[in-house]
């Protein structure tokens, strides 16, 4: 195994000592196994035994608990479904819309929620969101969405302007921006590390260094799950791979990973925060198709991802890293608040995130009611993961519940084309995302 190089995966998978457990060896009997130690198979495992305690669960996690993107994520705990309020109504509905959102805000509030039952340690704070205009047609955009969030009845957000955003956070390229308090910011990893203990706790079997390299159903209703040192056969399976999904055979073509980076710098002083202001430490996000994104962390880091992204052909997942996007999101951190021009930058990091072919997220079952899945929440699936694994639980358990009726679960989902079409396709997407951001990013 990589010994401790998933500590270079992320500052915050260097936040906090950690000791990987032992991979699964032999052969065992098991009622569910859940693939994927993010987020969503944690939260999967963990509302499953809390429903039935009873059953015998196993997480495998091919790397450590926190590996991918639940380990090296923004931590913005959001609302935000798909890309934005407008995509959604056009490529779903109105109705679906105002579906989404609910179900959104259902997950950024049961995750605080379970923060604080579970007392899990991960520097969670509440200062709510703003995403900010930086050019005239980007106002534009953040009215449009906050009209369209209110024509679909939907509360808790505001449009601030620039005297009243400036005194909050100030930047010269401020021209307002939407206010929205349901958004919480945490350590990705401490959260991911803090949820392996609790399911530990309730019983859950957890092995890391376990990559599942086969899945085959048997006869009689059950699952061989094939792993380097031993397999398991098991009644019921969790697919909770998110970006390497389509490593999959049975999951393929139903999304692509994209890259997306994270520049972090040395803790910020007074002399900073004098003139920033941001004492409220709310997240931040422009208003591109390519965001920004950026926060304080704990020990008032500044925190900034996004600008532009990757991807891979086939079955190259060795994208973690791109020179280009880190030094020009440096630059974007001086130019967006010039009283940092001095500051020094610490850390560089990347992750993939799971993108199908209409950006929306899917889940549901994968063919046989044994078996369900749970992906696709491209840059937004902090709190989403956490609501979708007691989705999944549901799903497993054969309920029928008010989650489970949600449109985007069981919903057909478009096929990405095989390659070389899937590159091209995806390519072509995010070119015209790189062309209309430069068109908006100069236009006052
Ligand atoms: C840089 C970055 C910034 C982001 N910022 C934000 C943000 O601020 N807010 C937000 O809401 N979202 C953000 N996201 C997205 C968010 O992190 C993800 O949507 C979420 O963490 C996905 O969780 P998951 O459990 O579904 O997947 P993951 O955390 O990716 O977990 C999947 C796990 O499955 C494992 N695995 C894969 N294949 C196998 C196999 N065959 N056998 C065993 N294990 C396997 C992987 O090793 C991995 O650990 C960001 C993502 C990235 C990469």
């Not at 086969?214 to 791979?241: D, F």
């Not at 190259?316 to 130019?335: A, H, K, Q, T, Y």
Request: glycine share 8%; hydrophobic share 40%.
């Amino acid at each position: 195994m990589m010994a401790e190089t998933f500590r270079d995966k992320s500052f915050w998978l260097s936040t906090k000592e950690y000791e990987p457990n032992p991979a699964f060896r032999g052969r065992q009997e098991l009622d569910v196994v859940v693939v994927g130690g993010g987020f969503t198979g944690l939260s999967a495992a963990h509302f499953l035994k809390q429903e039935e305690p009873g059953l015998k669960i196993a997480l495998m996690e091919s790397q450590v608990i926190g590996y991918g993107a639940s380990g090296r994520n923004g931590g913005f705990s959001m609302t935000l479904f798909g890309m934005t309020l407008d995509l959604t109504t056009k490529r779903f509905s109105r109705e679906k819309t105002k579906e989404a959102h609910h179900y959104m805000e259902r997950a950024v509030d049961m995750l605080q929620d379970l923060i604080q039952r579970h007392r899990i340690d991960c520097d969670y704070e509440h200062p709510g969101f703003l995403r900010v205009a930086t050019s005239g047609k980007y106002k534009d955009r953040i009215l449009h969405e906050i009209e369209l969030a209110g024509s679909l009845g939907l509360d808790g957000i505001e449009w601030l302007d620039p005297a009243q955003l400036s005194e909050q956070v100030a930047s010269p390229q401020y021209m307002g921006a939407w206010w929205e308090p349901r958004c919480g910011l945490l350590n990705p990893a401490k959260l991911a590390w803090g949820w392996k203990e609790v399911i530990q706790k309730q019983g859950v079997e957890v092995y890391e260094q376990t990559p599942v390299i086969e899945i085959c159903r048997e006869a009689k209703g059950k699952i061989r799950i094939t792993v380097p040192w031993g397999e398991v056969v098991t009644k019921k399976l969790v697919l909770a791979t998110n970006a390497y999904s389509h490593l999959i055979p049975q999951l393929k073509r139903k999304q692509v990973p994209v890259w997306t980076y994270i520049v972090l710098t040395e803790p910020l002083g007074d002399r900073h925060f004098r003139e920033i202001g941001w004492k409220n430490r709310q997240g931040i996000e422009d208003a591109r198709d390519l965001v920004h994104y950026y926060r304080l962390t704990a020990d008032n880091r500044l925190l900034m991802g996004g600008r532009d992204v990757s991807m891979a052909f086939g079955t190259d997942m060795e994208m973690d890293r791109n020179e280009e996007v880190f030094i020009g999101l440096e630059r974007d951190v001086r130019s967006i608040f010039p009283a940092l021009k001095d500051v020094s930058f610490t850390h560089r990091w990347g992750g993939p995130v799971s993108v199908p072919v209409d950006l929306a997220p899917a889940l549901g079952y994968l063919g046989n009611k044994d078996t369900v899945y749970s992906l696709g929440c491209v840059g937004h699936g902090v709190s989403m993961t956490h609501l979708n694994g007691k989705t999944c639980a549901d799903l497993v358990l054969g309920r029928s519940t008010d989650l489970t009726d949600v449109f985007f679960v069981n919903r057909s989902t478009i096929p990405w084309p095989p390659e070389p079409f899937r590159f091209l396709a995806s390519r072509a997407v995010t070119e015209f995302m790189r062309w209309e951001d430069r068109k908006y990013d100069v236009q006052v």
